[in-house]
């Protein structure tokens, strides 16, 4: 079945070059070729996958894939990097991409990128839940919009994203280890105590006691569990 994805790149001949890539490997590929055009897209369809470079016109690759978390798209994002600029490839994926690649890139490295995010992608087969509600909280994910005795909440992209992550298995203890690799996408950089962290904003944001949560459980020396 082939798999839908964006393409995000400024460059002509190169955009021009790796759509056609991605679609003589049996892939839908649409374009778009700076920052708020990309992010347009991406809001108002469904895709597998974006790639995305991070120089862009209008808005740089770097604020399209945090506004895309913040809104609770959970797609896999493959980003184009720099050769040089390390501190690229740590922010974007600080920011919620999955992957990143260097310029300039052989052909073969990038759909063996693409083939290895699409498969995790399926299979880890999500249930997509869009709307939730709990309590007195109210959550559109793919909007990002929460709200709590009808009150708009702000949640951070990667608080949204770890709230979707449990709600998704709600009921079910989800080790540390499964969240630091597949909400936070990366190990290097992360502790364990950031999870903490992160669970004790949301407690602080959508609990109505957070010291002693409806919710958002800790199960001690595994991980949390959300309880519906």
């Known amino acids: 079945m082939s798999s839908r994805i964006l393409l995000v790149e400024d460059d002509p001949g190169l955009s021009l070059t790796v759509s056609d890539l991605l679609a003589t490997d049996n892939h839908i590929v649409d374009t778009a070729m700076d920052g708020p055009s990309g992010l347009n897209k991406a809001m108002k369809n469904e895709y597998d996958l974006i790639v995305l470079d991070v120089m862009l ?42 992957d990143y690649l260097s310029k300039p890139f052989d052909p073969s490295e990038l759909l063996a990128r693409v083939e290895a995010l699409l498969r995790r992608v399926k299979k880890e ?30 949640l951070a992209a990667k608080e949204l994203q770890l709230l979707r992550y ?40 959508l609990e109505a ?20």
């Open 125 to 154: 087969n999500r249930p997509g839940i869009k709307h939730f509600q709990f309590g007195d909280v109210e959550i559109d994910f793919e909007k990002g919009d929460v709200k709590r005795q009808g009150n708009p909440v702000l």
């Open 57 to 98: 016109p209008g808005k740089s690759g770097f604020d399209v894939c945090k506004e895309l978390r913040a809104n609770g798209r959970d797609c896999a994002i493959l980003m184009l990097t720099a050769k040089t600029q390390v501190v690229d490839k740590v922010v974007g994926l600080k920011l919620g991409a999955d």
């Open 166 to 205: 449990l709600v998704d298995r709600r009921d079910t203890v989800v080790p540390r280890e499964e969240l630091l690799q597949n909400v936070w996408e990366y190990q290097s950089d992360i502790s364990s105590r950031t999870i903490d962290v992160h669970i004790a904003w949301l407690r602080q944001k």
């Open 209 to 228: 006691n957070p010291q002693t949560p409806q919710f958002i459980h800790t199960v001690r020396g595994v991980g949390y569990r959300f309880s519906s």
